[in-house]
């Protein structure tokens, strides 16, 4: 049985055809590859260049994940299925805005729901497409 890291690739790949958004694609691999207790801790937030950044709970961990910067950046690369990424980039996040009472939010947005910013992000635009059909 093949780990998720390493089926994830594919199977984005094979949903989206040629129009693979690598950085989505490493946004939403970063909590397979660093684990569930890291993905607690961080949230990785866009790619620049080939430098991933990533934001943390507080300067302990930023140092602590900057010790293991090139067993991670493997390790992305390795499920990415191709070198994507060279450098990680440790920022300290930001507070995240107090969450509305409904689930939809004061816009109407169900996407405002989705607690995974990429996977909020991906939905986002799926339903665009298929409104614009």
Do not use: C
Not at 11 to 18: E, H, N, W
Not at 87 to 101: E, I, K
């Amino acid at each position: 049985m093949q780990p998720v890291a390493e089926l994830l690739p594919r199977v984005y790949r094979r949903l989206v055809g040629d129009a693979v958004d690598e950085e989505a694609l490493l946004l939403a691999l970063w909590p397979a590859v660093v684990g569930q207790k890291l993905a607690e801790r961080t949230r990785a937030t866009r790619l620049y260049n080939s430098t991933l950044v990533v934001e943390t709970t507080g300067p302990d961990w930023r140092r602590q994940l900057a010790r293991l910067t090139r067993d991670i950046v493997d390790r992305l690369n390795a499920a990415a299925g191709k070198e994507l990424v060279r450098d990680l980039q440790f920022t300290l996040a930001r507070r995240p805005p107090a969450r509305a009472a409904s689930a939809t939010g004061a816009s109407g947005d169900e996407a405002a729901a989705i607690a995974d910013p990429h996977l909020r992000r991906l939905y986002r635009l799926s339903r665009r497409r298929r409104e614009a059909k």
